[in-house]
């Protein structure tokens, strides 16, 4: 029987990558997102400590609300001589209000700032996405995995920003060392094999 997973997030880009990133793990669930169950935004304060803690987070918010496992996610972005930026959208815009941006101004904003990175460290500099899965069972139970992509932040803009997934155009795949932005499909799938894992892991225990 099919299983059912409600994501937590109002966000269509990342409800797009995880119905792509799931038809890779094999298994057969069907996706449901907030507005399916005309569910309003959760925006809970992530004061976890770890990505973990706020992807448990995250997941809570929406317990109770649904009956069926929540699958949510935190991501951080590692960069060599910088550490692990637990918040990277957050810490890119800073103290704007990104309510008050339009997307094209939001992703924009994000280029510049990892773009500045980048330059810091002469152009080219390692860096990798680390992401916390959780899947929270109506029963309160909790299994947790986690990822880590490895890639080469540059100061480049390879190729038209994507506007849910700016940072994008500004990185090499360590895994097919070409730029993420002009990956073939079959190119993603292996850039994404790490994600793709912990999925596998967190949602077939």
Same mark, same amino acid.
């Given at each position: 029987?099919? *299983? !059912?997973?409600? #994501?937590?997030? +109002?966000?269509?880009? !990342? ?17 449901? %997102? ?23 987070? *995250? ?12 699958? %949510? ?21 800073? $103290? ?11 992703? *924009?904003? #994000? ?9 810091? +460290? ?16 109506? $029963?309160g139970t909790m299994r947790v995995a986690e990822s880590r992509r490895e890639v080469i932040l540059t100061d480049r803009i390879f190729g038209? %920003? +994507? ?8 990185? #090499? ?23 793709? $894992?912990?999925? #596998? *892991?967190?949602?077939?225990?």
């Amino acid at each position: 029987m099919k *299983k !059912k997973m409600f #994501l937590a997030t +109002h966000n269509e880009g !990342k409800i797009e990558r995880y119905k792509n990133l799931l038809r890779q793990t094999g298994l057969d669930i069907e996706i449901y %997102a907030p507005k399916d169950f005309g569910l309003e935004n959760i925006d809970p304060e992530e004061n976890g400590k770890t990505l973990t803690e706020n992807a448990a987070i *995250k997941a809570r918010a929406y317990a109770g609300k649904v009956d069926i496992p929540i699958l %949510a996610n935190d991501t951080g972005f590692w960069v060599q001589g910088e550490g692990l930026i637990d918040a990277p959208k957050r810490t890119a815009l800073g $103290d704007i209000d990104e309510r008050l941006l339009t997307k094209q101004e939001i992703a *924009k904003t #994000l280029l510049e700032f990892w773009r500045g990175i980048a330059k810091k +460290h002469g152009g080219n500099v390692d860096a990798a996405w680390v992401e916390s899965f959780v899947v929270l069972n109506p $029963d309160g139970t909790m299994r947790v995995a986690e990822s880590r992509r490895e890639v080469i932040l540059t100061d480049r803009i390879f190729g038209d %920003a +994507h506007l849910q997934m700016p940072v994008r155009a500004l990185y #090499l795949s360590k895994a097919t060392n070409k730029p993420s932005i002009l990956h073939t499909a079959e190119e993603e799938i292996l850039e994404m094999q790490p994600v793709i $894992d912990a999925l #596998l *892991k967190v949602l077939s225990g």
